[in-house]
């Protein structure tokens, strides 16, 4: 299995800009994960899915950020508009059964809004 | 409420000498615990689980449900040990790992 599969690893982007970020996860995970990590805040939990059914979108900052899960191997996470306060790493990580046996994590995509 | 706690934000050793990473965690259940660790620039990894009960990379840790702990250990640091580290608590009544804020190891040469 190729693991958590994230694009693009890299996004430069203008303030007011709409970012989407991507997600494939491991075949077979039922659970999918969106992290973000900075050095001000650490690693964040932005909302999670189990069955592609949202559970916990408390993390979401607020209404600019929405995430998608369309089917089991698809999520977007998306910023509309975007604002310099979210260059981050933001991190997609998968697992079975809501998180038993661990997580597996993508290799983030690090956006940097100007 | 289910918390974990790793009291050392940093924490600096020199090459050769043992190494100590401390978690405590709070959870009325049964819990699984994980270490991860993150290179510089990549990804977080799974480093260790409690239910494995084995040695990675020379690093072990144990879980003491008395004193609610599960710290990780490696009697001889050496210089690629250097990342940051977290350890994670899940449960089967919590539906996701819980963090903590992560210990940022240095191994000086």
């Known amino acids: 299995d190729a693991g958590v599969i994230q694009s693009p690893r890299h996004e430069v982007t203008e303030m007011g800009q709409e970012v989407t970020l991507r997600c494939k996860p491991i075949?077979?995970?039922?659970?999918l994960f969106w992290y973000r990590q900075t050095m001000m805040r650490g690693l964040e939990l932005l909302i999670y899915f189990n069955n592609n059914v949202p559970i916990d979108d408390s993390g979401m900052p607020e209404d600019r950020f929405s995430a998608k899960m369309p089917n089991a191997s698809f999520s977007t996470l998306k910023i509309q508009p975007s604002e310099p306060r979210d260059s981050a790493v933001y991190f997609c990580a998968s697992s079975l059964d809501r998180g038993r046996g661990g997580y597996t994590f993508g290799s983030g995509t690090r956006l940097t809004v100007v | 409420a289910q918390r974990v706690t790793q009291p050392e934000k940093l924490l600096s050793v020199f090459k050769g000498a043992p190494v100590e990473l401390k978690c405590n965690y709070s959870?009325?259940?049964?819990?699984?615990l994980f270490w991860y660790v993150q290179y510089s620039r990549q990804r977080l990894q799974l480093l260790l689980r409690h239910i494995s009960r084995e040695s990675i990379k020379g690093f072990t840790a144990d879980l003491n449900k008395g004193e609610t702990s599960f710290h990780l250990k490696k009697p001889f640091a050496q210089e690629e040990d250097s990342a940051m580290y977290y350890c994670a608590l899940t449960g089967s009544t919590l539906g996701r790992l819980y963090f903590g804020r992560g210990t940022q190891l240095t191994v000086w040469p």
């Open positions: 959870y009325s259940g049964s819990p699984e």
């Open positions: 075949s077979g995970h039922n659970s």
